[in-house]
């Protein structure tokens, strides 16, 4: 689950980092308030959407304005113009897609003096076994191109998870920052508070872009991406009350109240499967027969005909899907159980693309009489090789 800055930058003011005075804006009549509240003389006025790249956005209405989804005001008239112009837009990043994201809450800070930028965050180091600190001099830009341009720059520190954040792995950690004087002793304080609260709030991400040096020489989070393991979250309430459903794909969130792994994509082929490892598999050979999944969908090792029906019924919500192929391998999960949620589906939903079902398994014979014999237009396939062709070739007609 991801969350906006101001709510990030919330949860580690909470542990004691370094943040700028801020107040957020839910509607258009919070922006004088939220203005008047900052001192000045200087004002930040950001977007709050859950994609990167806001500073070199633009917006899809004329009225916003040419500059990007964050903006420097030098007066409060100016930092009000600026949250009116934003405010309810809709903001095109590298991230968004060219649909964009509307900007339905704004985010307004105190400024900062900044001397340098640079690049943290904290991520699960799988291959490892650990929490990993990536620190980069270079922040303030796409980390991505730095690691490919100059990997040289890219630092990784893990952390004993038994052991946990010592001073030595602090000290490390300073010592790919550069930091030295203050900036140091600020950095000694900081990086094991990022990392007690990446642990307790079992965080899966947390990203800081810039974390600036300013001229008086200490540290401040100037911005926070923050996601959390939403397997964790059952333990995390607080976390759950800072849920943006609007920022969601609503298809996702249907599916997370059904138990369902679903994860919309850009393609054209919709895919129900059970197993996490199959549905890749089934995504990959739809990729290499030259069609792309609309989505990722695991129902599950003990999905019920109803479970199955929903799956179907969140997958054809989606409109550019031409084509469902549901794959599945019954263990625990009966192929005629599955079969039966499929034509439910087909029926309630007056199914008009192609279908193509490939079942394998424990009572597979009753699953494929129960297709043969429905009377529907329901396309069966042998094997993962035929039901890929089968899917492809429906959907190009």
Same mark, same amino acid.
């Given at each position: 689950?991801?969350?906006?800055?101001?709510?990030?930058?919330?949860?580690?003011?909470?542990?004691?980092?370094?943040?700028?005075?801020?107040?957020?804006?839910?509607?258009?009549?919070?922006?004088?308030?939220?203005?008047?509240?900052?001192?000045?003389?200087?004002?930040?006025?950001?977007?709050?959407?859950?994609?990167?790249?806001?500073?070199?956005?633009?917006?899809?209405?004329?009225?916003?304005?040419?500059?990007?989804?964050?903006?420097?005001?030098?007066?409060?008239?100016?930092?009000?113009?600026?949250?009116?112009?934003?405010?309810?837009?809709?903001?095109?990043?590298?991230?968004?897609?060219?649909?964009?994201?509307?900007?339905?809450?704004?985010?307004?800070?105190?400024?900062?003096?900044?001397?340098?930028?640079?690049?943290?965050?904290?991520?699960?180091?799988?291959?490892?076994?650990?929490?990993?600190?990536?620190?980069?001099?270079?922040?303030?830009?796409?980390?991505?191109?730095?690691?490919?341009?100059?990997?040289?720059?890219?630092?990784?520190?893990?952390?004993?998870?038994?052991?946990?954040?010592?001073?030595?792995?602090?000290?490390?950690?300073?010592?790919?920052?550069?930091? @030295? /004087?203050?900036?140091? !002793?600020?950095?000694?304080?900081? &990086?094991? *508070?990022?990392? +007690?609260?990446?642990?307790? #709030?079992?965080?899966?991400?947390?990203?800081?872009?810039?974390?600036?040096?300013?001229?008086?020489?200490?540290?401040?989070?100037?911005?926070?991406?923050?996601?959390?393991?939403?397997?964790?979250?059952?333990?995390?309430?607080?976390?759950?009350?800072?849920?943006?459903?609007?920022?969601?794909?609503?298809?996702?969130?249907?599916?997370?109240?059904?138990?369902?792994?679903?994860?919309?994509?850009?393609?054209?082929?919709?895919?129900?499967?059970?197993?996490?490892?199959?549905?890749?598999?089934?995504?990959?050979?739809?990729?290499?027969?030259?069609?792309?999944?609309?989505?990722?969908?695991?129902?599950? @090792? /003990?999905?019920?005909? !109803?479970?199955?029906?929903?799956? &179907?019924? *969140?997958?054809? +919500?989606?409109?550019?899907? #031409?084509?469902?192929?549901?794959?599945?391998?019954?263990?625990?999960?009966?192929?005629?159980?599955?079969?039966?949620?499929?034509?439910?589906?087909?029926?309630?939903?007056?199914?008009?693309?192609?279908?193509?079902?490939?079942?394998?398994?424990?009572?597979?014979?009753?699953?494929?009489?129960?297709?043969?014999?429905?009377?529907?237009?329901?396309?069966?396939?042998?094997?993962?090789?035929?039901?890929?062709?089968?899917?492809?070739?429906?959907?190009?007609?």
């Amino acid at each position: 689950m991801n969350i906006h800055e101001y709510q990030a930058k919330a949860v580690l003011k909470s542990y004691g980092a370094p943040v700028a005075n801020g107040e957020p804006v839910l509607s258009l009549d919070d922006i004088e308030p939220a203005v008047n509240a900052l001192p000045g003389p200087l004002w930040v006025v950001k977007s709050q959407i859950h994609a990167g790249g806001r500073g070199k956005g633009s917006f899809l209405e004329a009225e916003a304005g040419e500059k990007g989804g964050v903006r420097l005001a030098f007066s409060k008239e100016e930092a009000i113009e600026h949250a009116r112009a934003m405010f309810a837009k809709t903001l095109v990043t590298a991230q968004t897609g060219e649909e964009g994201k509307q900007v339905n809450r704004l985010y307004i800070e105190d400024g900062a003096d900044i001397e340098s930028e640079l690049y943290l965050s904290l991520l699960v180091d799988r291959a490892a076994g650990t929490v990993a600190f990536v620190a980069s001099t270079e922040g303030g830009m796409d980390i991505e191109q730095v690691a490919h341009d100059t990997p040289d720059k890219i630092h990784t520190i893990h952390v004993d998870p038994l052991a946990g954040m010592s001073d030595a792995d602090a000290e490390k950690v300073c010592e790919a920052l550069a930091l @030295g /004087g203050t900036a140091k !002793e600020d950095g000694m304080r900081l &990086f094991p *508070i990022l990392y +007690k609260a990446f642990v307790e #709030k079992d965080m899966s991400l947390l990203e800081i872009n810039p974390l600036i040096v300013m001229k008086d020489g200490h540290l401040r989070v100037l911005d926070a991406k923050v996601s959390f393991d939403g397997n964790a979250l059952f333990r995390h309430p607080d976390i759950m009350e800072l849920r943006d459903k609007t920022e969601e794909d609503e298809k996702e969130i249907e599916a997370s109240e059904w138990d369902l792994a679903y994860i919309a994509l850009d393609g054209t082929i919709g895919c129900m499967v059970n197993g996490a490892g199959l549905a890749m598999a089934t995504m990959d050979i739809i990729k290499l027969y030259g069609e792309e999944p609309a989505n990722f969908c695991d129902v599950g @090792g /003990g999905a019920n005909a !109803e479970k199955v029906s929903a799956a &179907f019924k *969140i997958i054809m +919500k989606d409109p550019n899907v #031409k084509g469902i192929l549901v794959n599945i391998f019954g263990g625990i999960m009966k192929c005629d159980v599955i079969a039966e949620g499929v034509l439910q589906a087909v029926k309630e939903t007056n199914l008009q693309v192609p279908l193509v079902v490939r079942l394998e398994g424990t009572n597979v014979e009753q699953g494929k009489a129960i297709i043969a014999n429905s009377g529907l237009n329901v396309i069966p396939a042998d094997d993962l090789d035929d039901a890929a062709k089968k899917i492809v070739d429906a959907v190009r007609g």
